[in-house]
């Protein structure tokens, strides 16, 4: 059994910083790939930012600059620094994880945590 906890989420205003914290528990024996993605009401789920075992990051185009992401492996958890953020970051962020649990190497979620940015 594997278990991502997200937390971090909330209300900031425009221009306002937060940060959003995964950590993966339970059966994890290795994990591969770790990001963050979002989904606003009435969208799609999209990409933020990914970042791989080695430590490559990947952005959105829309939070090139103004997001970072970082992960811990000695923790098993993957972090989203959001500055300047803006209400059209509004959304709830879902940690992503591929990571093998003793059988198989799989993708699993976290529950979401709310992000609401103020004008």
């Known amino acids: 059994q594997v278990q991502l906890v997200e937390s971090g989420g909330g209300l900031v205003q425009a221009g306002g910083s937060l940060r959003l914290s995964c950590a993966a528990s339970?059966?994890?024996?290795?994990?591969?790939?770790m990001g963050w993605y979002r989904q606003a009401p009435g969208k799609q789920r999209e990409l933020v930012a990914t970042?791989?075992?080695?430590?490559?990051?990947n952005f959105a185009d829309s939070v090139k600059g103004r997001f970072a992401i970082s992960r811990d492996n000695a923790k098993n958890s993957v972090h989203l620094p959001m500055n300047n953020l803006k209400p059209e970051d509004t959304a709830v962020y879902y940690c992503?994880?591929?990571?093998?649990?003793?059988?198989?190497?799989?993708?699993?979620w976290g529950q979401g945590t709310q992000v609401t940015v103020s004008s």
């Open positions: 992503n994880v591929y990571l093998f649990d003793g059988i198989r190497w799989s993708e699993y």
């Open positions: 339970g059966s994890v024996f290795s994990i591969g790939a």
């Open positions: 970042i791989t075992s080695r430590g490559i990051a």
